[in-house]
């Protein structure tokens, strides 16, 4: 993979898109009584509106704009947040449990890509899987059901989002971090929102949701940013940008980004005998069912010291046709080659993934109306060690809201539509069923939802969201809603509790799966089948919080909180026969498939965040969860022993063997393989306004990680990690940034690979 | 190789530096001083002109404006370190304080243009502008001379003149 391919026809397709337009309106009433409001007030005036400011509020504004000590730690503490309600407002006055990640506290921590920046917000965790990939989870739930295949691991509940655009992978469901087109440097701002939130954005946000809010242009003038990190393990880091202006109203930003992560090792872990051994190991050794372990790796993944490599560009463009009209289009392209465990192959789990997709997305604001849609293409391949895995996809999303105020009460009906395509009959012979799906397959939801915003008195507001998703597979309409209600004691204090419902979506695999695994070829077929009816899992949670500013400092943030989900899904060994092959010769052959199970989840957890802006220089914040997780009438067995225990039972042709479900089966447990404690926090020190100084630390508890072949335990693990930068003129920095300080080099993740302390050394330039 | 290439990438842009936040609000002061002129029925032409001399991140603030906002019904355009022949065509012109020397030289092309000179810097509304920007503490403030406004061939608001420090 070279620059030189990258940017040729992909790159040049999504510069070609930018070439289009549309029309939108954006209008905010000016407010008349500017010399009434409080310095936050001021704050939260967009830029139109001090356009349309008289000369005198004019001259109030830009005297409370003075950016006094003061409001440059509320600034710091209440930063703006738009997904909590989908509109803009203080943080501090947000009814969901929600977090900002600034574009400050990402650049001054030092996190080299997005997953490692959500260290920075509570509620969630993340490890890293191999070097610079990572596993994320908003408050947990992963694993489950445990003893299962290795894709339980995957976060299918939280949706994320880019501008608000979907950004999940339809195929197991999960996030693949690395298909982001985007990096850090391109990011302006982060918002989490903790808990069922699928009324708001549709499905999948059920643990939560993440939507990274890009960078735009602002002005005319032509501006380049650039920045390199050079570190350990041969790892490189570059991202470059730059915002201009075209003919007499376009903005644009034009961003690259490219990283390549090295490992601390070149050896992986094997199913084998539990242990790790290098590539050559792996490629001559064969189990005991004569099968290598990891055949021709050495052809297909060439450099075992690779992490991950990838490429990304984007292009956006502003056009304001006036004060009332604007439109926006952004378009990118993306490759990745990553080192992951997403699928893991029979013995070896960690295998390479590869993407290249593009993306348009168009937004327009018209008089409250507000629309999106939205494109992606490409191919992708799961698992490169595993023929069957790679497929071409296509997703659709088309979004329609209107903002209609009446006095205190905020009304936001809208419309929305989303379809995943995905195909992987190019790669496969379909024939033999060699694909997991064996031809083109389609997910679409149809919606409609209805948000009500009122306001009582300032002090009370009442939020009340429901949604509507018909899908197409399964045929079912599925309703969540979220029912918000804080209370503004003062300025000071707020008090807030939230009751929601939300509901994941349908993936292609539990869906659509028709895949024939020659388990031992000509002796052992395994046929993966997937279940058009499965009940998509659903979530109930309800939460208080309490908000504090007990000096003007200080904000704290607290929340307890108790989630039920029920209607997981299964990935279950059914049946085994013996059938005769082609050939007439007799083999097994056995069908696994997708079924629901009667489990609920029961989490209980608090979690509260503090931050303390000391002075303009001196910033802190520390914050951490506390939780439990129980599962209620788990479905214990491992997937492997029931395979075994089947094949075991297997005498004559014509008696199938299938699993029979006893209720001694199933147990009540304390759910082990999410940490049961996590957080972390952070203290920034600019000196003399040339050098900043960061420290921050993140930790979790132990877990144990339980799949269908091994348990394994992951220990509790500290990191530390130090960036220091000097400004040596204006804007430009050049900084030193060391990650895991305390150089404790324990994996994070099941299988995963070793995480030593990482250097990095490196400038960053803006003209 | 590839670093290579992003560097020179870098290096082939021109670039400007970032926006300060009072140039922003000055900028928003010299539009919303637009709305506070009379300014005569017949334009110079069909656009708004806005003259900026010696300060590319005011002329780069203004443009943004110029983006969404009209002055009257007319588009409103901005020229960066006009010359003097383009100075003609100017109907507002901020002169920074960097170039507060060239002020006198400036009002002898303007005069009687009807063009609203506006200028940075304490004491310059006596010597000749119409309105000065000055910096008292963390407050933006501004000097106002009505003659010399008067002079050009343009009347200001009252508002104007209530809120600025008038210097006649």
Redesign the interface.
């Known amino acids: 993979m070279t620059i030189n391919s990258f940017l040729s026809r992909r790159w040049l397709t999504a510069l070609a898109f930018s070439a289009s337009c549309l029309v939108a309106v954006n209008a905010q009433e000016a407010t008349s009584t500017v010399s009434e409001m409080t310095s936050e007030q001021i704050q939260q005036l967009s830029y139109n509106d001090l356009l349309q400011l008289s000369l005198e509020d004019l001259i109030t504004v830009a005297n409370k704009f003075g950016m006094s000590a003061d409001e440059m730690l509320e600034y710091f503490l209440n930063k703006d947040i738009v997904a909590a309600s989908k509109k803009a407002e203080k943080s501090m006055e947000s009814p969901l449990s929600s977090t900002v990640i600034s574009k400050e506290q990402i650049e001054r921590s030092g996190v080299t890509n997005i997953p490692e920046a959500l260290r920075l917000a509570p509620g969630v965790i993340v490890r890293e899987k191999t070097p610079g990939n990572y596993d994320v989870h908003v408050r947990g739930y992963d694993n489950i059901p445990s003893n299962n295949i290795l894709t339980y691991s995957e976060n299918m509940l939280t949706l994320l989002m880019i501008d608000n655009r979907p950004v999940y992978s339809y195929a197991f469901g999960g996030t693949f971090w690395e298909t982001l087109p985007i990096e850090v440097s391109d990011v302006e701002r982060i918002e989490i929102i903790r808990g069922p939130s699928s009324a708001l954005y549709g499905p999948n946000a059920v643990s939560g949701a993440i939507n990274i809010i890009t960078k735009k242009a602002t002005s005319k003038s032509v501006a380049v940013s650039f920045d390199n990190a050079l570190g350990n393990n041969n790892t490189n880091i570059a991202n470059i940008a730059s915002t201009f202006g075209i003919g007499n109203k376009l903005l644009a930003r034009v961003s690259g980004n490219y990283q390549w992560n090295g490992r601390f090792q070149n050896d992986f872990f094997t199913f084998y005998d539990s242990r790790y051994h290098t590539q050559d190991f792996l490629e001559i050794t064969k189990d005991k069912d004569g099968m290598y372990l990891k055949e021709n790796a050495s052809d297909i993944e060439p450099n075992p010291r690779r992490a991950g490599e990838k490429f990304g560009g984007n292009v956006a463009l502003y056009y304001p046709v006036n004060d009332k009209v604007n439109f926006e289009l952004a378009a990118g392209a993306q490759k990745s080659a990553v080192l992951t465990s997403m699928l893991g192959n029979r013995m070896v789990p960690f295998s390479i993934r590869e993407s290249q997709t593009q993306y348009i997305d168009f937004k327009a604001n018209a008089g409250g109306l507000q629309a999106q849609v939205n494109y992606m293409a490409g191919d992708q391949e799961y698992e490169k060690m595993v023929k069957g895995f790679h497929i071409d996809l296509q997703s659709f999303n088309a979004n329609l809201e209107y903002d209609y105020k009446i006095q205190n009460l905020s009304l936001r009906p809208g419309v929305s539509y989303q379809q995943a395509s995905y195909d992987d009959s190019k790669y496969v012979n379909t024939a033999i069923k060699e694909g997991y799906l064996n031809g083109k397959c389609v997910l679409s939801t149809v919606a409609a939802f209805m948000r009500a915003d009122y306001t009582a008195f300032d002090k009370l507001r009442l939020v009340g969201a429901v949604r509507w998703d018909k899908y197409n597979k399964p045929d079912v309409t599925h309703m969540t809603y979220q029912f918000i209600t804080s209370y503004k004691i003062n300025d000071n204090h707020l008090v807030r509790g939230v009751y929601s419902r939300a509901n994941r979506g349908p993936f292609m695999t539990d869906t659509y799966s028709d895949f024939t695994w020659q388990r031992i070829p000509g002796a052992f077929n395994i046929l993966y089948l997937g279940n058009e009816n499965l009940k998509l899992p659903v979530m109930d949670m309800i939460e208080f919080g309490y908000r504090v500013k007990p000096v003007k400092y200080i904000q704290a943030d607290f929340e307890v909180f108790q989630t039920k989900t029920k209607d997981y899904s299964w990935f279950m060994p059914q049946s085994i026969a013996i059938k005769l092959s082609e050939s007439g010769k007799p083999m097994m052959e056995g069908i696994i498939g997708y079924d629901n199970f009667d489990m609920t989840t029961t989490q209980i957890g608090f979690s509260g965040n503090i931050q303390i802006a000391v002075n303009k220089n001196l910033t802190m914040n520390v914050f951490g969860n506390i939780q439990k997780t129980e599962l209620d009438h788990f479905y214990a067995r491992k997937a492997s022993e029931i395979l075994e225990e089947m094949v075991g039972k297997l005498q004559t042709p014509d008696q199938p063997v299938n699993n029979e479900v006893k209720d001694a089966d199933f147990v009540d447990q304390t759910h082990k393989s999410t940490p049961s404690y996590y957080g972390g926090g952070s203290v920034n020190y600019i000196f003399k306004e040339k050098w900043n100084i960061n420290t921050s630390f993140y930790y979790y508890g132990k877990q144990t990680f339980a799949m269908t072949f091994m348990d394994t335990e992951i220990p509790a693990k500290t990191l530390v990690n130090a960036k220091v930068s000097y400004n040596f003129a204006k804007e430009n920095k050049v900084f030193v940034n060391v990650r895991n300080l305390l150089n404790d080099d324990s994996n994070e993740f099941a299988f995963a690979d070793q995480i030593g302390t990482k250097f990095f050394a490196g400038v960053q330039l803006n003209f | 190789m590839?670093?290579l290439?992003?560097?020179v990438?870098?290096l082939v842009?021109?670039?400007?530096?970032?926006?300060a936040?009072k140039e922003k609000?000055k900028a928003?002061?010299i539009?919303?001083?637009t709305?506070?002129v009379d300014w005569p029925a017949q334009l110079k032409n069909n656009q708004f002109v806005i003259g900026v001399i010696g300060n590319?991140?005011m002329?780069?603030?203004l443009?943004?404006?110029?983006?969404?906002?009209?002055v009257g019904n007319l588009?409103i355009k901005v020229v960066n370190s006009a010359s003097p022949d383009e100075l003609e065509f100017c109907h507002l012109v901020f002169l920074s304080s960097s170039k507060t020397a060239q002020l006198p030289n400036l009002l002898g092309k303007l005069s009687g243009k009807q063009t609203l000179v506006i200028t940075d810097g304490k004491n310059l509304a006596t010597k000749g502008s119409a309105i000065s920007f000055i910096q008292d503490g963390?407050?933006?403030k501004f000097e106002i001379s009505r003659r010399n406004i008067e002079k050009q061939g343009l009347k200001s608001s009252s508002?104007?003149a209530n809120?600025g420090i008038l210097v006649d």
């Open positions: 590839k670093r290439m992003m560097l990438m870098v842009t021109i670039s400007v530096g970032a926006s936040q609000f928003l002061f539009y919303n001083f709305k506070n590319s991140q002329a780069a603030e443009q943004t404006i110029a983006l969404t906002q009209k588009p963390d407050k933006l508002a104007l809120l």
